[in-house]
């Protein structure tokens, strides 16, 4: 079992920055690859970034040379840093474990979910 708690999210507006964080427990962090996700309201959910454990980075077409995900192994934590944010980035966004290092198909863990929006 992965459990995951995501922070950072809150109301910012468009061009700005914020950056989440997302703190993992119970199994060995470096095991396994993490993702970002977001969902906004009457849309699916949709691919931000996922990161294997030493490296190896892709990101949703929406997101690139934008956003920023990054890990430290050492502390537990995948962030995601978000720069130039639009409107349409508004969304709840989750922090996802894999359950092995290979980002393939949904992940295995969740999040709860934290809410970012951009006021225009």
């Known amino acids: 079992q992965v459990q995951l708690v995501e922070s950072g999210g809150g109301l910012v507006q468009a061009g700005g920055s914020l950056r989440l964080s997302c703190a993992a427990s119970?199994?060995?962090?470096?095991?396994?690859?993490m993702g970002w996700f977001r969902q906004a309201p009457g849309k699916q959910r949709e691919l931000v970034a996922t990161?294997?454990?030493?490296?190896?980075?892709n990101y949703g077409d929406s997101v690139k040379g934008r956003f920023t995900i990054s890990r430290d192994n050492a502390k537990n934590t995948v962030y995601l840093e978000m720069n130039s944010l639009k409107p349409e980035d508004t969304a709840v966004y989750y922090c996802a474990a894999y359950l092995t290092n290979q980002p393939m198909g949904l992940p295995k863990y969740w999040g709860q979910g934290t809410q970012v929006t951009v006021s225009s």
């Open positions: 990161i294997r454990s030493y490296g190896s980075i």
């Open positions: 119970g199994r060995t962090f470096s095991s396994y690859a």
